[in-house]
């Protein structure tokens, strides 16, 4: 199991220790670095930044927002992106949800999220094979353009820059077994939000039929620290602010997700209190056996113990959250 490490995005400003932790984790060994977006810092500008500081380390995007950029523009930015780093970038997606597609981006949520997500894939994929022009007669991507309020004009392009690696990797974030399984179908691999090494039963049917090389690499808060309970906190607020505000009362992926993992009445409470207004209480709803799961929390034995459960399963990488340089040292010592 390789390590990665997720930088996630950027809060009130920039995050100004990312390029000293993605630095140190290439020096430790690690295999990858990822960057985020949800609507405020972009993905590929810090990417970017830590690819010019960076001479190894493998760069992925977890995740870019499919609804921030079309297909076409996101494989210019990966191509561009693979070129400068000497082929070491790494593109994952995601389709977001309707309060950020709708709410953000002002563009409406895909009736057919699989089919939206299919189409995608597979305009990335042609600009990046680079075989001939780009064309898809699709229904929520046509290359060229054939709505009704088009001129009619456009015509099938190629890229003008010839990709570096026509199989540059594709990697879909996705919580619903449907979307999973479609991701073992037509990507490189799977970036899951929430994984729980002691729940296989909650993935086992949606990537039964992932091919051999499939990557499966969920991200984990990492803190080595003396007291468990204080270090779950930070897990928990995020818990707390996924769950309870990152979607519709009616409509969360993310609190679907954990009531799929065992949680249900706890996910619907975190709900309830969060869109009340009471996030404080939101966060403290959120079940300490819920983030400790998912995360590697405490002192270095204990963190050591549980780390043999993320590599007795399916995963690949484990692309570790840590704010501090101590953790990573620790699991790159711990995983050797």
């Known amino acids: 199991m390789r390590l990665g490490l997720a930088l996630g995005y950027w809060g009130r400003e920039p995050t100004r220790d990312h390029l000293d932790l993605a630095v140190e984790a290439e020096r430790l060994g690690y295999a990858s670095v990822w960057t985020a977006e949800a609507w405020g810092s972009d993905a590929f500008t810090p990417l970017t930044w830590i690819a010019a500081h960076t001479s190894r380390i493998r760069l992925g995007t977890a995740i870019a927002q499919m609804a921030a950029r079309t297909p076409t523009a ?19 997606l995601g ?3 309707p309060q950020v597609v709708e709410g953000w981006y002002g563009r409406p949520f895909p009736a057919s999220p699989l089919t939206a997500t299919r189409e995608y894939v597979d305009v990335v994929r042609q600009v990046l094979r680079r075989e001939a022009p780009v064309n898809l007669a699709g229904r929520y991507h046509s290359h060229p353009y054939a709505g009704p ?13 010839h990709p570096l690696r026509p199989d540059l990797p594709v990697l879909l974030g996705a919580e619903g077994p449907k979307n999973i399984a479609q991701t073992t179908r037509i990507a490189d691999g799977w ?3 929430y994984w729980s090494p002691t729940r296989l039963d909650a993935y086992r049917a949606a990537i039964a039929d992932a091919p051999k090389d499939f990557v499966i690499a969920p991200m984990a808060r990492a803190s080595v620290c003396r007291d468990v309970t204080e270090g779950l906190l ?9 769950i309870g505000g990152m979607g519709h009362a009616a409509r969360n992926f993310h609190a679907d997700l954990m009531a799929r993992m065992g949680y249900e009445e706890q996910a619907r409470r975190i709900q309830q209190l969060f869109l009340a207004g009471r996030r404080a209480e939101a966060v403290r709803a959120v079940p300490d056996s819920f983030a400790d799961e998912i995360s590697l929390v405490g002192p270095k034995e204990r963190i050591a113990e549980r780390l043999e459960l993320w590599r007795s399963g399916p995963v690949t990488d484990l692309l570790v959250t840590a704010a501090d340089l101590h953790t990573l040292r620790v699991l790159a010592d711990l995983n050797s």
Do not use: E, Q
Request: aromatic share 4%; hydrophobic share 45%; net charge positive.
């Open 74 to 92: 996101t494989a210019m930015h990966a191509l561009t992106l693979d070129h400068l780093s000497g082929g070491r970038m790494m593109l994952g």
């Open 95 to 97: 389709l977001s949800g």
């Open 149 to 161: 309020d088009g001129t009619g004009l456009g015509r099938p392009l190629k890229a003008i820059t």
């Open 191 to 193: 970036l899951p939000l």
């Open 234 to 242: 930070p897990v928990k607020a995020m818990l707390g602010f996924y």
